[in-house]
């Protein structure tokens, strides 16, 4: 065959091949944790100015008494660390764009905020009028939105709730809701024009909303929920609970997920709490699982877990924060089968538990998460910071991909090194926790490992019990 016609013929069948099979990056975020309250002297100029000035006011000279005023404000708050500054922020936003500059999208699971941020507001504004914390609230969002789309434009952000992200306090919220309608016009502007209205409207009733992913995925979907309402901590903002809430929103999960079975698309589920027990809540509390005590679970039942399982055809990844760590899980049936779902949790920007920040990179092909690099910040606060690759999924744990079978391989792994001997084990632990306190883990890796897969309370408490 002549050779023009050759790589005529090779060029036709590359076209051919579905844009699904086509490799392409993301960037994945979680618990930025945006800090308006680090210099205070500012917050009332911030509170005045439109989010487009922020940068103006945040960047200026600090406050003669700033570092006074903001250590006086974490003490009478009980903040038990630092959250994201604006340094810290911007120095994330620039590692970023140098090391995730190929990414065709950016997922953000919760947690845009700081911590105790109604105590802080109620202390530098002791005064304010109903409505303006609901207002500073919703211009912070703004901001950390706005900020990274300034800084990768034209590239679609999807962000879920996290328990902070609320107008009434930490794990506190309403359905159908003013805030929640002003929050998802700021989050859902990069949502496909064609479903956006359908966006808007679910997510004024509670927070989530589902999207395709963008070229060159195809057949692709992301599903966002509000794991806020399925907290064991949750409560409305006049403090009782709101079961009907998450009956609705696994109802609309469950519609949603049919629809994409019979559609033949691929789904990722993102959230912010992750479903499955706390291990390091359960071990701090020295619970006595066989003998009878319960383990401490991050969400108030496994109807999660349930459904994620009952369409593990179709949903390829889940995608979760809040612990800040860097860590991975499955959902499975039980301890043989090949079905079930990968999870990965997505460490933080946020520094508040003395973790060093960082981000993610991932690598996906046809819809499934081939491997992703780690970036980490040398040091805490944003000024003279270094950001580099930390490690490498695939090199590190020698899988081919996140896949199921791939991932329960390396879970097996570590239940069967209580010890944490393997280079795998030692590897999970040092990169558990951005900076140099990963050694913590393996005080408690049996517990830990016991997590990874056995999510529900019975099935973790069987895989303690028979070690």
């Not at 340094?87 to 764009?97: D, G, P, Q, V």
């Not at 590239?155 to 009434?168: E, M, Q, R």
């Not at 006049?238 to 998450?246: F, L, M, R, S, V």
Request: proline fraction near 6%.
């Amino acid at each position: 065959m002549p050779i023009a016609r050759c790589l005529l013929l090779c060029s036709a069948v590359l076209l051919c091949i579905p844009a699904t099979f086509a490799q392409t990056d993301a960037l994945l975020l979680s618990d930025i944790h945006f800090e308006p309250f680090a210099d205070p002297g500012k917050v009332p100029a911030l509170q005045a100015a439109p989010v487009a000035q922020w940068s103006v006011i945040l960047a200026g000279p600090p406050s003669a008494d700033q570092e006074r005023r903001f250590a006086a404000l974490q003490s009478s708050c009980h903040s038990r660390g630092l959250d994201t500054s604006y340094a810290l922020f911007e120095s994330s936003l620039r590692a970023i764009k140098a090391q995730a500059a190929n990414a065709r999208f950016v997922t953000v699971s919760g947690d845009l905020i700081s911590h105790a941020f109604s105590c802080k507001y109620t202390s530098v504004f002791p005064n304010a009028k109903p409505g303006e914390y609901e207002t500073f609230v919703t211009k912070t969002l703004e901001f950390v939105v706005a900020s990274l789309r300034a800084n990768a434009p034209n590239v679609p952000i999807y962000a879920a709730l996290g328990n902070n992200d609320t107008a009434c306090g930490d794990y506190q919220l309403d359905t159908r809701s003013p805030f929640l309608t002003a929050a998802g016009k700021i989050i859902l502007q990069d949502v496909p024009r064609s479903q956006r209205e359908e966006a808007l409207r679910t997510f004024a009733l509670g927070g989530y909303y589902t999207a395709q992913l963008p070229a060159p995925l195809t057949h692709t979907r992301l599903i966002v929920l509000n794991h806020l309402f399925m907290s064991v901590k949750y409560a409305s903002c006049g403090g009782a609970p709101n079961p009907t809430e998450i009956d609705e929103q696994l109802g609309w999960a469950r519609e949603q997920l049919t629809l994409a079975r019979q559609n033949h698309e691929k789904v990722w589920i993102m959230g912010h709490i992750p479903p499955g027990v706390n291990a390091y809540s359960t071990a701090a509390k020295m619970a006595n699982l066989c003998g009878g005590d319960p383990p401490v679970m991050f969400l108030s039942s496994d109807r999660l877990e349930k459904l994620m399982l009952e369409f593990d055809d179709v949903i390829e990844l889940g995608l979760f924060g809040h612990t800040h760590m860097d860590e991975l899980r499955l959902v499975k049936p039980d301890g043989k089968s090949a079905r079930g779902v990968v999870i990965k949790m997505v460490p933080s920007i946020s520094p508040v538990d003395g973790n060093n920040p960082s981000f993610t990179v991932a690598h996906i092909r046809s819809g499934v998460l081939q491997d992703y690099e780690v970036y980490a910040a040398s040091n805490q606060s944003g000024v003279g910071t270094q950001w580099q690759l930390e490690y490498d999924y695939t090199r590190t744990y020698h899988q081919a991909d996140l896949s199921v079978p791939a991932v329960s391989k390396l879970i097996a792994g570590f239940l069967a090194d209580p010890d944490a001997k393997t280079k795998e084990s030692q590897e999970y632990i040092r990169y558990f926790f951005v900076g140099d306190r990963s050694a913590e883990l393996s005080m408690f890796w049996p517990q830990y490992t016991c997590a990874l897969s056995n999510l529900s309370a019975k099935d973790f408490t069987r895989c303690m019990c028979s070690h």
